[in-house]
């Protein structure tokens, strides 16, 4: 090789580079596993290797995950999954009868009596008929058809699968999808990536983050200005604002998506995790077939649940479901080809998820304990929501609507002009810069409220109320200490 | 169309297994279900240590218990110390568990001959279907004008081409050798890059090493050829070697693009950009439904790795169960450990059948009038070729089906045995073919072979 062909060589411009890469990932963002979480797990790595820091652990509170807070497995569940993986078990008579007889089930259902075997891409049958069958109860006797429902790896999967059915178009035509500010940032994610249109509508802070019909029309009106219109997204109980919506809101939302023919997306994997008085979860399944066949005829949804939340905290199962209302047949033949590509979801996530819609009844062996722990842990979550709001509402300088629902709390942080000013200067956005500086002093890491989406001028953080009650003390307790000693320094 | 019809064979195929359980009596008692790549549904069973591992990280009172060997709870023990919170319901870090990912680090660079590996580089994936779908999101503009092209083999496994058509790809075939084995030459890279000029822009080289659904195993040589050629013509190399456990000719050897490529050393070794992607969905292990695989990224432009992290991210993280179905299929005991005797006779009696079945199905299947098939080296698959008669294929277009999806439909009805027809793997114009799995049970490839035996001759028979 000639010296002068070595060097063409290193000084060749990638093969794959930041200008010939698709454009649309360049604009992909997922603030919860974002540059604050990657700071804090280098911080972690530093305490290993033995660096001094005025802390001796990070307290991660910025994902929504319960077992790696401490929250405890549903035994029952993990009994099952155990009996499946491994049925050799089912000889063993430390496990109840009733969790070897649904392990037994699930196994006559996959391909050679294994959870190692493929499923259909939609789910195992056996599993959607479950399913189906704990929607109907959910719901008051509205019938669900397994052939709806699409089992898939979590939530985000369904999430972005249907996203992908539903945007196309170009130009001016091209499909516009209404999610609420602040959203979760997997929308927003799965929106840059397909270049779809992001419509925002604003939840309103002051009446608790609800959501207004008036609002919803004032942008879905501008944006048609500039694109199709064709999907409306809602959280409920909210991710990350924990608003628990009312059944009149939810019927006016429908009633909007009907007027304006859009595709309604609602994403309730919070369904479990209602806390506060006179809050109460409404499937919007039910109350679409409650309004009567104008609506239940004619509306398209789809709503989406997940093993990840709720009083199971599985997330690393990668469990979930959704179901499709009055969707084209022929668009729904598309969707079980979209499916396809990911094969099918993971085995053990739909076992899973068969248990949580199949749980043990009053007559079974597993059912008090059962029972008691799912209390619990719902209970605990009820509890640590209520002390949050307390606690920050006692911080000048932080506002924090109750945590209705869900598993966060999303506080309005009041920050001095000089500290937004030191941000300009670092290249930081002012909440980032706060949540990056409480990380570096305290160890605690939050998701600064810019990640989600928040009216302009307003700056806010998401924190989980997901650390064991005495811990969740100490970290409210510090982070107010750290606001008090923030707004100190830059005033 | 295509798709249609496969609809139609599958559905078919539930009808027909939901008739047998309701009594109906049919020429067969039970389906022969060999349509995929699933070895735990056609009978193989699991290896123990990887069960009993993964049941004692579910239900850690097992680890206590002293029902399992010593190896698995030591195993479990250390796997659920790397989860958060000691759970596996706890999400991980976006590239998978980190002490898992050094482990697989260090199997690649064990399996490597000693090529270094980085784990900052792999990332597991809810199966390797998954992260091949984000590397090609990445590569793949789908409003560029002219439209990007990947380079894909012909015949092609059918997931990864539908995949790269959803992220409006164009594929651009390349025609793998039938004759020669199924082999690939270089000749007919250069002439599939030219067909490109003026369709669409390729950037990357799509390859199967061993082949899906062909069974090729390529060569040193080969392999030497398509870096040098991809280095040549600047396209990414995409390299799917989920089957580099699934190796049965005497004379073939699995070899890694990784590998192959460090020792043709700089500059190519430095330049060349490679993701590589493996699983345990195949294999000894068969863990398909576990959905655990990953990629390793050679070379990248760390600009761009960076997005690539993010796309990762918004996807949370692999499955934990199948990010530890990796560590086990790179970590398996080793000589000394408790579980090693059991677990090696376990995977030597798979090896041993694997062997057998290609063997069996090279004699049978050659014996038949209208009927061949090239010798299966490795991979999961037999992929034999039709000679259809020009009645059948008459007929078959008759009925407005593909010649190999009625062959394979008649096959289903009349013998039991569910297999894919060639169709769906784009393969040559005017060539007709199906896939079957061969990652099955002795008894039940005897089985199947007698079926198609029979149900070969009475076709041909039928339609001379």
Partial sequence: ?????????????????????????????????????????????????????????????????????????????????????????????????????????ILDACGGQSIGAYSTSQGIECIRQDVARYIEKRDGGIPSNPDNIYLSTGASDAIVTVLKLLVCGEGRDRTGVMISIPQYPLYSAALADLAAVQINYYLDEDKCWS????????????????????????????????????????????????????FLMADEVYQDNVYAEGC????????????????????????????????????????????????????????????????????????????????????????????????????????????????????????????????????????????????KEEGLVPDMFYCMKLLEEEGICLVPGSGFGQREGTFHFRMTILPPTEKLKIVLQKISEFHIRFTREFS | MKQFQHAVLARRANQIKEELRQGMRKPYKELIDVCMGDPHRAGVKPLTFVRQVLAACLYPQLVDSDKLPEDVRQRAQ????????????????????????????????????????????IYISPGSQW???????????????????????????????????????????????????????????????????????????????????????????????????????????????????????????????????????PPLSDTVELASFHSASKGFMGECGLRGGYVELVNLDPAVMKYIHTLFSRDSCAPVLGQFALD????????????????????????????????????????????????????????????????????????????????CIKLLEEAGVFVSPGCEYEPKEGTYHFRFCIMVPGDVMEDLLRRLSSFHTQFMKEFS
């Avoid at chain 1, 076992?351 to 799912?374: G, I």
């Avoid at chain 2, 659920?80 to 998978?96: E, F, I, K, M, R």
């Avoid at chain 2, 568990?97 to 260090?106: A, D, G, L, P």
């Fill in chain 2, 131 to 265: 992260a091949l779908m984000n590397i090609l999101n990445v590569l793949v503009n789908s409003e560029a004008s002219p439209r990007t092209g990947v380079l894909t083999p012909m015949p092609c496994y059918s997931t990864s081409n539908l995949s790269m058509i959803g992220l409006g790809a164009v594929a651009v075939p390349y025609s793998l050798c039938e004759e020669q084995g199924w082999e690939l030459q270089v000749e007919e890279l250069h002439r599939a890059l030219k067909s490109a000029k003026g369709v669409c822009k390729p950037v990357a080289l799509y390859v199967i090493n061993p082949g899906n659904p062909t069974g090729h195993v390529q060569s040193r040589k080969s392999m030497q050829e398509v870096i040098r050629f991809v280095s040549e013509k600047r396209l990414f190399l995409l390299a799917d070697e989920v089957y580099q456990d699934c190796v049965y000719g005497e004379k073939s050897e699995f070899v890694s693009y990784k590998r192959v490529l460090s020792e043709m050393g």
């Fill in chain 1, 1 to 105: 090789m000639s010296q002068h062909a070595a060097n063409g060589f290193a000084s060749r411009v990638k093969v794959l580079n930041l200008d010939n890469m698709n454009p649309n990932v360049r604009k992909v963002e997922y603030a919860v596993r974002g540059a604050i979480v990657q700071r804090a797990l280098q911080i972690e790595k530093e305490l290993k290797e033995g660096v001094k820091k005025p802390f001796t652990e990070v307290i991660k509170a910025n994902i929504g995950d319960a077992h790696a807070m401490g929250q405890k497995p549903i035994t029952f569940l993990r009994q099952v999954l155990a009996l499946c993986t491994y049925p050799d078990l089912l000889e063993d008579n430390k496990f109840p009868e009733d969790a070897k007889q649904r392990a037994r089930r």
């Fill in chain 1, 211 to 262: 959501l207004d019909i008036a609002e919803l029309k004032r942008a879905v009106n501008a944006a048609r200005q500039y694109c199709n219109p064709r999907v409306i997204c809602i959280i409920n109980p909210g991710n990350p604002t924990g608003q628990v919506q009312s059944r009149q809101c939810i019927e006016d939302v429908i009633r909007f998506a009907e007027e304006e023919h859009l």
């Fill in chain 2, 78 to 121: 250390m796997l659920l110390q790397a989860c958060d919170g000691g759970s596996v319901g706890s999400y991980t870090a976006t590239g998978g568990i980190s002490q898992i990912v050094h482990r697989i680090s260090e199997f690649i660079t064990r399996r490597d001959g000693g090529a270094p590996s980085h784990p900052e580089h």
């Fill in chain 2, 328 to 407: 086990l299929l790179t970590n398996p005991p080793q000589p000394g450990d408790p579980s090693y005797p059991l677990y090696s006779e376990e995977i030597q009696h798979i090896q041993a059948t694997m062997v057998h079945n290609v063997k069996r199905v090279f004699e049978v299947v050659n014996s038949l009038p209208g009927i061949c098939c090239q010798p299966v080296e490795g991979g999961g698959f037999g992929f034999p070729r039709l000679h259809l008669p020009p009645k059948a294929i008459q007929k078959a277009k008759e009925m407005g089906m593909q010649p190999d999806v009625f062959y």
């Fill in chain 1, 280 to 423: 109460k979860f409404h499937s919007f399944k039910r109350v679409l077939f409650e309004m009567g066949p104008k609506y239940s005829t004619t509306v398209e949804m789809a709503s989406f649940h997940s093993t990840s939340k709720c009083y199971m905290g599985e997330c690393g199962f990668r469990g979930g479901y959704m179901e499709v209302i009055n969707m084209d047949p022929e668009v729904k033949a598309q969707l079980t080809k979209i499916v396809s590509v990911h094969l099918c979801p993971p085995v053990p996530g739909q076992a899973l998820l068969d248990m949580v819609v199949n749980p043990p009844q009053p007559d079974e062996p597993s059912y008090n304990t059962f029972m008691k722990e799912r209390t619990a842990v719902l209970a605990d979550l009820a509890e640590k929501a209520g002390l949050t709001e307390q606690i920050f509402n006692t911080v000048p300088g932080i506002t924090c609507n109750p945590v209705q629902g869900a598993m966060y709390t999303f506080p309005r942080i009041a920050l001095p002009q000089k500290a937004i000013d030191k941000a």
